[in-house]
């Protein structure tokens, strides 16, 4: 698990697209990443990465120029995309072309969307391989 403070994960995920967020009836929010070029470099048939972020307290969305969105399925639909992250008090903010979402929870599990653990070390190999 990936501690809570670490952009580390979003900014390997940079150039991505957020297609699908939900959460379990639990605290966990799963977020789906799309990067076709970096997804390709792990041979398994999948095509998206996800995030499992436990305990997690805050989703929001901010398109620039617009109001906050924290309604999961409006910012699935917003499709945001992933420039750039940093640590912002206790939380991560992630810009991207059209606003920023911020995040709030205390763990990062990385996996693909196979269900296939991936290490921030792998991760980090393939994106710059």
């Given at each position: 698990?990936?501690?809570?403070?670490?952009?580390?994960?979003?900014?390997?995920?940079?150039?991505?697209?957020?297609?699908?967020?939900?959460?379990?009836?639990?605290?966990?929010?799963?977020?789906?990443?799309?990067?076709?070029?970096?997804?390709?470099?792990?041979?398994?048939?999948?095509?998206?990465?996800?995030?499992?972020l436990a305990e997690c307290?805050?989703?929001?969305y901010t398109p620039f120029?617009?109001?906050?969105?924290?309604?999961?399925?409006?910012?699935?639909?917003?499709?945001?995309?992933?420039?750039?992250?940093?640590?912002?008090?206790?939380a991560i903010v992630v810009?991207?072309?059209?606003?920023?979402?911020?995040?709030?929870?205390?763990?990062?599990?990385?996996?693909?969307?196979?269900?296939?653990?991936?290490?921030?070390?792998?991760?980090?190999?393939?994106?710059?391989?």
């Amino acid at each position: 698990m990936i501690a809570g403070d670490d952009p580390t994960p979003w900014n390997l995920l940079r150039d991505g697209t957020i297609v699908r967020i939900e959460r379990s009836v639990t605290d966990e929010v799963t977020v789906w990443i799309d990067v076709p070029y970096l997804r390709a470099r792990f041979p398994d048939g999948g095509t998206l990465f996800r995030f499992r972020l436990a305990e997690c307290s805050e989703v929001t969305y901010t398109p620039f120029d617009e109001p906050p969105i924290t309604e999961l399925a409006a910012i699935e639909s917003s499709e945001p995309s992933i420039a750039f992250a940093s640590r912002e008090g206790d939380a991560i903010v992630v810009a991207g072309s059209a606003g920023t979402l911020r995040v709030r929870y205390a763990g990062l599990a990385l996996e693909l969307d196979t269900g296939t653990a991936v290490s921030l070390e792998d991760l980090a190999l393939r994106s710059h391989g």
